[in-house]
């Protein structure tokens, strides 16, 4: 029986996120897919695709980091099956979904929600998180929120810290050393009308079984370093336009 040659496809299936639509925003999100079967492996990912919006390099500028970072991950997940699959492993497999955590006329915040199993006990949860300014064009970072000479940092890290210790059977020493003050260990983020949720990836802070860990830090907590004029000021006074 012939072996059905790999295939991408590319659907736009004009999926809009909730309130995109809301009068004055002047963007829908669509979701598009690429699926993708190989003897030995399978991917399937849904991803947001923009439309609408009245500036078309800041547009195409949000649509190419979404690709980017999807040619990427299929590519080394392609790369790792070609020298890593063995002859008796079960068929790969790489998912991805994405949810929009925050969207306004100014500012979209995502997360591109991810597995993939490699064959063994169990796979792993893999995310990336964005943060996407509509007026710049630019993705920013955590310390695009923060004043620049503020110890954010000590304040995220002390905050998070506190919870996670509140955890079941938490590990004092796991922890101090995941949540430690340092920019490494912050790098995942998304935010909404409720906080700046911080994300721990499995390993991070806690034992494999723990999943991946969320700690959202209310927006009022954050407001002696926050940047002024930045995201977070802008979402907690509702002036992200």
Known sequence: MKRMSAFISLLVLGVMIMGMSRPGWCYDLGMRKIEKEEKTYGIE?????????????????????IKKYFDEVISEFEERSRTDFHENSPKWNMTYKYSVTYSSPRYVSLLLDGYHFWGGAHGMAVFETILFDLKTGRQLYLPDLFQADSDYLKVLSEYCIEELMDMENPDPDWIQKGAAPQKDNYEFFTIDESGLTIMFPQYQVAPYVAGVIRITIPLEHLMGVEKPGGPLEAIRRKNDK
């Open 45 to 65: 990912i849904e991803y947001p695709y923009m439309t609408g919006l009245d500036k078309p390099l800041i547009q195409d500028g949000f649509n190419q980091l």
